[in-house]
């Protein structure tokens, strides 16, 4: 194959019925092509396209098929009809040509001949030459791979996170207790009716409703936090049947900018007032929210679990930095058609991730939305083809394969544990051969790189969940955006009074958007 990194040069060959080709060497991995169609060629694709009009050509005074074929050329314009022979000989002679070549192209051919052009040129039984242009492949330059010093975060495995999963645990399993000789207090869950006012200057008269700020039956948890500045303190201390006049302010800034740091006053009916009482925990609970006979037993599980999870997080980390660091030293011209290809793929992932959440995609990926997305992605798919292409490129030069029995093993393990699920054979030998070898891969290259661990949060400023290779920060962008485009979309009743509700308050029958912080 042509590399599209070497100089333009042209190469020509002939094929036996005569058909020349001439191949140039183009940026981003694109391959020019120079096709001199022979005069037998284009008769006969005139020839055949007459035919095709004479079958199905309704003339007056002329029975199907039985058209002349000077009345046809009168009748449908000589440059139609050398328009459509040129359509259906481009498309034949372009994939010969292709085929003829050995040339692996990624996708459809592009003009470099004005078609227009062609048409005026174009004569049955007399030879045309046409120019178009094709993706093909790119080849990767790695310069360097070995030796690197890179740095990665330890993930260290924290036992605290064994104790706060059980309490939320217990959070989801609590029992409601009636309140009836109490004020409430704060971790009650109240049901109330309120509506809400801004104010929008310095006299208290000046009131304004505030849009969607309105709701009824609405049940909150009693935690400052969970709402606008004001709101649920303002609560703390009422007794069922009482109504009160509560203030609060809204933050700044604040996704609604006309309410960013505005006071306002909430006139809140308090409905019903319950507790949440906690289950104890012991071998009943374990052996209830799980499949373990005993505490013991399920606390051990969750330490493996989170020991597992430290240990993986360690793993992404190391591979993060080695990608990151191969991406500088790694040279490929992208063709558009692979990356475009790339973004198309991370667009249907995000896709895929937002209808299991319940999302109409079809409604919400509108072309505006995709093109929007295409956009915001494109930057994340070149760095993925770039640390594709340099894995690729280690295991070519350093000779690195996986056994069939190797294989076969990992497709047995993943069938165990799919159990009676259907599932592609065919596909899922392919992802685990494509898994296998990228361990081979990066178990390479830790032994000949240096990888040095440092506490985690250290390379980066402020904590944060990253995205793993497969969500990559583009798609989270990307979803981001479908998702707020999705939430403008809908009508929500409460749309700036809180911030979502945690897992252990049950929802309320009719749970309007909140007025979200």
Do not use: C
Not at 41 to 49: E, I, M, R, T
């Amino acid at each position: 194959m042509l590399s599209p990194h070497e100089a333009s040069i042209r190469l020509t060959s002939v094929t036996k019925n005569l058909m020349k080709v001439t191949q140039e060497k183009l940026p981003a991995s694109r391959v020019g092509l120079e096709i001199e169609i022979p005069p037998e060629a284009s008769q006969q694709a005139y020839d055949k396209v007459l035919q095709q009009f004479m079958r199905n050509a309704n003339i007056p005074g002329f029975r199907k098929g039985k058209v002349p074929r000077q009345v046809l050329i009168q009748r449908f314009g000589s440059g139609r009809l050398k328009a459509a022979a040129l359509e259906e000989l481009l498309e034949d002679t372009l994939k010969k040509a292709v085929e003829q070549e050995n040339i692996d192209a990624l996708g459809g051919f592009e003009l470099r001949s004005s078609f227009e052009d062609l048409v005026s040129q174009f004569q049955p039984g007399a030879a045309i030459t046409v120019s178009a242009v094709v993706d093909v492949p790119p080849q990767a330059t790695l310069s360097v791979y070995q030796g690197l010093a890179v740095k990665a975060e330890a993930v260290e495995y924290d036992p605290a996170k064994v104790d706060e999963l059980l309490e939320n645990y217990r959070n989801r399993s609590v029992t409601r207790v009636p309140v009836t000789d109490r004020p409430a207090q704060e971790k009650d869950l109240a049901i109330v009716d309120f509506t809400g006012q801004v104010k929008t200057g310095e006299d208290d008269a000046d009131l304004e409703e505030i849009p969607g700020g309105s709701a009824q039956d609405f049940e909150i948890e009693l935690l400052e936090g969970k709402f606008i500045p004001g709101f649920i303190d303002g609560i703390l201390g009422m007794n069922v049947g009482e109504t009160k006049t509560v203030s609060a302010t809204f933050p700044e800034p604040y996704p609604q900018e006309n309410l960013a740091g505005k006071p306002a006053i909430f006139e809140v009916t308090l409905k019903d007032l319950k507790e949440k009482e906690l289950p104890e925990l012991d071998d009943d609970f374990a052996e209830e929210i799980s499949e373990f006979a005993t505490l013991a037993e399920l606390r051990a599980s969750l330490e493996d679990r989170f020991r597992t999870e430290a240990e993986d997080k360690t793993k992404a980390n190391k591979q993060e930095a080695l990608l990151k660091e191969l991406v500088i030293h790694v040279e490929v011209d992208l063709p558009e058609t692979l990356i475009r290809r790339e973004m198309d793929y991370m667009i249907t992932q995000t896709a895929m991730r937002l209808s299991e959440q319940g999302m109409d995609v079809k409604k919400m990926f509108t072309p505006e939305i995709v093109e929007s997305l295409r956009n915001s992605s494109r930057g994340e798919a070149i760095a993925r083809i770039q640390r594709t292409m340099a894995l690729g490129e280690i295991a070519k030069q350093e000779s690195l394969t996986v056994t069939s029995a190797d294989v076969d093993a990992k497709v047995q393990e993943v069938l165990t544990d799919m159990g009676e699920r259907e599932i592609d054979r065919d596909r899922l030998r392919e992802a685990a051969e494509e898994e296998l070898m990228r361990d081979k891969i990066f178990d390479w290259l830790e032994a000949n790189n240096t990888i040095e661990l440092v506490p985690e949060g250290s390379l980066t400023p402020e904590p944060s969940e990253e995205p793993s290779e497969e969500l990559s920060s583009a798609s989270v962008e990307a979803e981001s955006d479908v998702s707020n485009q999705a939430a403008s979309d809908q009508t929500v009743t409460v749309e700036a009074v809180s911030v979502a509700v945690d897992e252990s308050a049950a929802e309320p029958e009719e749970s309007p958007d909140a007025i979200s912080e």
